[in-house]
């Protein structure tokens, strides 16, 4: 694959910080990781002007995501999708619907008997959003200058995490794989069946012990990886062994604990990376 790649280059504690616009220009593609803390949350601004929502944090961390929404002039969201039905991914998107036009909706189909997955069901059957279940090889259209395939999704008895929605995107020369939530076994068998190659990583689990085989990064060769996940949560996240890994096939590591809202923005002639915050100042203030 071929790249061209614009990055800010993070060594340890220093940054190179650089003067980019808020908002992308028309024909750009942004990816937005949403610091939602434990959680996951990520809006895709596309070239023609479509809204993307995947996931939406912890129920608390809704009122920051619809201000982030805000913040970027989000009107409506084409496309919900809710990558399985943990706390941590579908809790925020409640908040969401009550506050945006939501055009339709994504699920896996697996039920949850949680207090949340219900209130998440209830609302979308208020709004009367329209909603698909994930398959995978399924091409997700909303526009046509992204080209979004699902990988991975629920079948049979696997766990919600097994389950997770798992998305390659493509946009120019440039591709994103975005995790979820899945387990090893999962990334074995997308080894087998796919190209997985990509320049962004989103690592699977907020970095959890139970994802992200050295083979599988070999396999992705990704030039940097995104990983999701509050300061000093409960879990230990990320373990020491995914950090290694990703150290040990040299990509660029950002994770939202340090850096907060991570946007890579993407146009014809590759990517660049920016950072909400520096991590000296995280340093200095977590």
């Known amino acids: 694959m071929q790249r061209n790649v614009f990055m800010i280059i993070v060594i340890i504690v220093s940054t190179i910080t650089i003067p980019i616009p808020l908002h992308a220009q028309e024909s750009d593609l942004d990816v937005h990781f949403i610091d939602v803390g434990q959680g996951d949350s990520i809006l895709i601004e596309t070239p023609s002007g479509k809204n993307i929502l995947i996931d939406g944090g912890r129920p608390k961390a809704g009122k920051k995501v619809v201000t982030f929404l805000k913040k970027q002039g989000v009107g409506k969201i084409d496309l919900m999708v809710a990558t399985h039905p943990d706390i941590d991914h579908i809790g925020g998107l409640i908040t969401v619907m009550k506050t945006f036009e939501v055009k339709r909706m994504l699920d896996i189909g697996k039920i949850n008997s949680t207090k949340t997955y219900a209130r998440y069901v209830s609302q979308i059957i208020r709004q ?3 909603i698909e279940i994930a398959e995978r090889d399924d091409l997700i259209k909303v526009d046509s200058e992204l080209k979004v395939r699902i990988l991975n999704s629920h079948t049979g008895s696997k766990t919600a995490n097994q389950s997770s929605i798992v998305m390659k995107m493509t946009f120019e020369e440039t591709d994103f794989l975005l995790m979820s939530d899945v387990e090893k076994k999962q990334e074995k068998k997308l080894m087998k069946n ?10 699977a689990h907020h970095g959890s012990h139970t994802s992200t085989g050295l083979k599988f990064l070999r396999e992705v060769t990704p030039e940097a990886a995104i990983l999701t996940y509050g300061q000093k949560n409960k ?8 950090m290694d890994n990703l150290r040990k096939v ?16 993407t146009d014809e002639k590759g990517f660049v990376i920016i950072n909400e915050k520096s991590p000296t100042n995280w340093l200095e203030t977590g």
Request: proline share 8%.
């Open 128 to 130: 009367q959003i329209p």
């Open 235 to 242: 879990f230990g996240h990320p373990v020491d062994r995914v």
């Open 194 to 203: 796919y190209n997985l190659d990509s320049d962004i990583l989103k690592v």
């Open 250 to 265: 040299n990509t660029a590591i950002y994770p939202t604990a340090m850096f907060g809202t991570i946007t890579i923005r």
